[in-house]
């Protein structure tokens, strides 16, 4: 069963991921300490930097943008040691390298589908395992339970 705390910050998670422009993958984190918010982020561009979907392409986003762990880590401003990390998706290595340095202390993540994992599975078990060997936790919240309640 997820808690009632668990399922407000996944669906936060969910609600900050749909303030990305971006129309492919919208994805957000929520930082949390002792079930207050520190933090939050959705994927994008660096402020001042233009994000037109015309003028730039698939190549050239990746390139420039930002990880919703990327920004709710940067906009934290502050020592996130012992922090939660709320992701709609699972983390990539490279944040998952910035989860790991900054000190947060659990990642938390609904299950992955299988399309997801069909494209991104490889990059989400070398971030499993970094995460694991630094001795974060990370808690698979069932698909079920958090899109229905």
């Not at 922090?83 to 938390?108: M, Y």
């Not at 599975?121 to 698979?140: N, R, T």
């Amino acid at each position: 069963m997820v808690s009632k705390w668990a399922t407000r910050f996944h669906q936060m998670a969910l609600l900050v991921g749909s303030w990305s422009k971006d129309p492919s993958t919208q994805v957000g984190a929520v930082i949390t300490e002792s079930n207050r918010i520190v933090s939050v982020g959705f994927n994008g561009y660096p402020h001042g930097i233009s994000d037109s979907a015309q003028t730039d392409n698939r190549e050239m986003k990746l390139l420039k943008t930002l990880h919703a762990e990327e920004n709710a880590i940067l906009f934290a401003k502050r020592d996130l040691t012992g922090c939660d990390i709320w992701v709609s998706h699972f983390p990539c290595p490279n944040c998952a390298a910035k989860i790991i340095q900054t000190g947060i202390a659990t990642v938390h993540c609904p299950e992955q589908s299988a399309d997801f994992l069909s494209r991104w599975g490889d990059k989400i078990q070398i971030s499993q395992e970094m995460l694991a060997q630094a001795g974060v936790s990370v808690d698979w919240m069932p698909l079920t339970s958090t899109a229905s309640e």
